[in-house]
């Protein structure tokens, strides 16, 4: 006797409910990438206090949030309280 074709099924129908809260008090490094810059290795070896190294990016272009080294999204710069911080401007799918 033939049995009927089943589907196979998904890996998530066999995983466990996951619970978020075991998760949340984990620390990751988040950095914010401002912009870059080519240089000759001459030009770096000559760096010295006082000089300005000039980015690409232009002033109004958004900065880049990182989570462990992972672009996740947009911002602004802005000044809170005399430190700098960013502004979300758009979350970006992963």
Not at 2 to 18: C, G, N, R, V, Y
Not at 68 to 81: L, S
């Amino acid at each position: 006797m033939d049995e009927p074709a089943t589907t196979p099924e998904s890996p998530q129908a066999d995983a466990p409910d996951l619970n978020l809260d075991l998760i949340l008090d984990v620390e990751v490094d988040v950095s914010v990438q401002l912009g870059s810059c080519t240089m000759t290795m001459g030009e770096v070896l000559n760096l010295a206090p006082g000089n300005v190294v000039q980015l690409r990016q232009n002033k109004n272009e958004p900065v880049l949030l990182c989570l462990n080294d992972k672009v996740v999204a947009r911002g602004e710069v802005v000044v809170v309280e005399e430190k700098l911080g960013i502004k979300i401007t758009e979350m970006l799918d992963s």
